[in-house]
Each structure stands twice: as C-alpha cells, then as structure tokens.
C-alpha cells in the first residue's frame, strides 16, 4: 500500500461527458502528479501541484484541468470526453526524489 | 532525444534464474535520480527502488538491485531468483535535479517469469 488513494478505481461514461478523479496524496506530501497512461502512448504526465499551487504541466489537453485543496487531496477533472480518453489515470505523491503512485482510475470512454 | 530508453519490449525467464533489465538515461544535469517501478496485471505502479547520482554504491531492495554504471548513463534492475509473482511491466524512470518536478518514463519491458 503505497498511502496513495484514488477514487473512483473503475468508471465508464459516454462520449461528450463529464467525470472527476480524486486523490489523496500520502500523509505529509505536498506534490501531487497526475499521469495518463494509455496502450499507445505509454505513461504521459499531465500536471503537479505542490501545496494547492500548479507547479508544472505536461501534456495535458485544456479539456482536463486539475487542482489541489487545501487539505492536499487532488482533483482531476475530464470534460467533453472522447473515446481517445480511455485510459488508466493515475494520482502520485511524494516528498522531494520520491514518487509514489496510488491505484489508478480505470477510465472508460464508450 | 528520448531521457528514458528501455530497449527490451519483452523478456522471459525461467523461474529461480536471474534477469536483468536493461535501462539508459539521458541528462546532463549532474544531480538525478533513478526509479524502477513495477506494474502488474492489475494495473497499479509499485516502486521497487531507487538511486541517486551521487550514490556509490548500487542499490539493493531484497532480490532487487541496480546495476548503476554513470558513465555509460545506465542504470539496469537485476531481479535475482525469480518468481512467478514477478511476472509485469517494468518501468525505468528519471527525475532531474534534487527536487525536480517532472519524472520521465520508459516504455517499459514485459518480464514473464516461466515456471
């Protein structure tokens, strides 16, 4: 058990929906990163925040957006999804040269 | 240029035996640091272990170690007596600087462990 926890594990919407992802980071972590990892394109790393403040971005498409809260936990939010969004998203944490990954949310676009 | 090369897509080997995991980095930051992570079947990523780039000494996590060579930029997991359990992918990773923000990933190489 990595102290990551992410929610929900599995979900499944149709195209043009809406979803969010959550996070909770391990205790004592400020960083949270949020990646994409889908068949073709491997692990993609899309943003993270430290301390409720973005920190960096990757390749995330401006139909996501994300942010932290004040008490850590991280939102991932996917809006007028496509199919081409199914994939497995995943939260991390960790202190400076650490990074831990929780579960996974199995994403379904249908 | 890629930061993170793992060459191997697949591999096999025969249960008890060793395997070793080929990866090559790329940075010309003098301070990295270097990440082995596990996936299996179900999907989460498991870190396995890690080293520093002032680290001396090869790191070693129980049957895990890595094989740390800073002038060939390679930094490939030996997994020793394998198991069946350690059939996954395997994901070398680097982040740049102490404190950097952005961890880069390999494509990853399919380990099958044959009873």
């Known amino acids: 058990d990595s102290g990551v926890t992410q929610t929900p594990k599995h979900l499944i919407t149709a195209t043009g929906q809406r979803v969010t992802l959550r996070c909770s980071p391990r205790s004592g972590d400020l960083s949270v990163y949020w990646y994409q990892q889908s068949l073709d394109q491997g692990l993609q790393f899309l943003i993270q925040?430290?301390?409720?403040?973005?920190?960096a971005k990757g390749n995330i498409l401006e139909r996501f957006s994300a942010q932290q809260f004040p008490d850590l936990h991280s939102e991932l939010n996917l809006s007028s999804l496509e199919l081409g969004d199914s994939a497995l998203y995943f939260c991390?944490?960790?202190?400076?040269?650490?990074?831990?990954f929780g579960e996974g949310s199995r994403l379904t676009v249908l | 240029a890629q930061k993170i090369t793992q060459t191997q897509p697949g591999m096999f080997v025969q249960e008890k035996e060793a395997v070793t995991l080929d990866c090559t980095y790329d940075t010309s930051d003098q301070s990295y640091g270097l990440f082995w992570y596990k996936q299996p079947s179900s999907g989460e990523m498991i870190f396995l272990i890690y080293?520093?780039?002032?680290?001396?000494q090869n790191a070693t996590e129980g049957r895990y170690s890595l094989n740390f060579q800073k002038a060939r930029k390679s930094a490939n997991l030996v997994i020793s007596a394998s198991q069946l359990g350690d059939s996954a992918m395997y994901f070398c990773?680097?982040?740049?600087?102490?404190?950097?923000?952005?961890?880069?990933f390999g494509t990853g190489t399919s380990l099958t462990v044959i009873p």
């Open positions: 990773a680097m982040r740049e600087g102490w404190t950097g923000n952005q961890f880069y």
């Open positions: 925040y430290y301390n409720g403040e973005e920190r």
């Open positions: 080293q520093g780039s002032y680290d001396e």
């Open positions: 991390a944490s960790g202190v400076p040269g650490e990074l831990f």
